[in-house]
């Protein structure tokens, strides 16, 4: 049972446009959202977080999204750039889980159009 | 400089075999942690040490043991290897005690293969 979906498996954008990338989660419990950033070869890098408390977080290009209600979360990436070229994991975890276990998604393999 | 070494970048192995993965942060982090990735399934949390004492476990196989012989040493130990055994391992650490919401800083992580 995978606890946490990201959407789509890929995407490819052109320079400056935004992108939209989908996390969505099956457990309640969970209330605190990171996103990591990973380039090939590197480990992976918080980018952006959020608590459920909360419906939006911004930190310059990167927004997320927060829908609590469908357990569905967002994470925007404005104006596009070739340094974006990564893939996106969408994680959670919460008292409920123990610790600081974080669960993660298969991620999302973002491009640019060159 | 890479604030958490992972050692080393590359293995082989055969099956049955054993090895270690050798970790270590320069962050002055109380908490580590491993993670495996493998082409199959999403990065996996396997194990978390704080202050060097087990904190939690995933990882439902005794072939995996954590070794904590210093507080910013976090080895893997694997025994008796299989091919499914084949992944990315990464170490990661947290300032606190491996509070949730404590963010996870990786390392560059080991690429095992196991024949």
């Known amino acids: 049972q995978q606890q946490v979906r990201q959407s789509p498996q890929s995407l490819t954008v052109w320079e400056g446009e935004t992108a939209i990338l989908n996390c969505s989660y099956e457990n309640s419990a969970f209330d605190y959202f990171p996103w990591y950033q990973q380039f090939p070869g590197e480990g992976p890098a918080l980018l952006i977080s959020i608590l459920s408390v909360s419906d939006k977080k911004e930190d310059g290009r990167f927004t997320i999204f927060f829908n609590k209600r469908e357990k569905k979360l967002s994470l925007h990436i404005a104006d596009s750039q070739p340094g974006d070229s990564a893939t996106y994991f969408c994680a959670a975890s919460g008292p409920g889980t123990g610790s600081n276990r974080l669960t993660f998604g298969k991620g999302t393999k973002f491009s640019l159009i060159p | 400089d890479p604030k958490i070494i992972q050692k080393p970048k590359y293995l082989v192995a055969v099956t049955g075999s054993e090895k270690i993965l050798i970790c270590e942060q320069y962050l002055g982090h109380n908490a580590m942690y491993w993670y495996r990735q493998s082409a199959k399934k999403p990065l996996e949390f396997m194990f978390s040490y704080s202050y060097q004492k087990l904190m939690d476990n995933q990882t439902a196989s005794s072939r995996f043991q954590p070794q904590s012989s210093k507080k910013n040493h976090l080895d893997l130990q694997i025994t008796a290897l299989k091919p499914d055994d084949s992944a990315t391992y990464f170490c990661?650490?947290?300032?606190?005690?491996?509070?949730?919401?404590?963010?996870?800083?990786f390392g560059s992580g080991t690429r095992l293969t196991v024949l």
């Open positions: 990661a650490s947290s300032q606190g005690g491996g509070r949730v919401a404590e963010t996870l800083y």
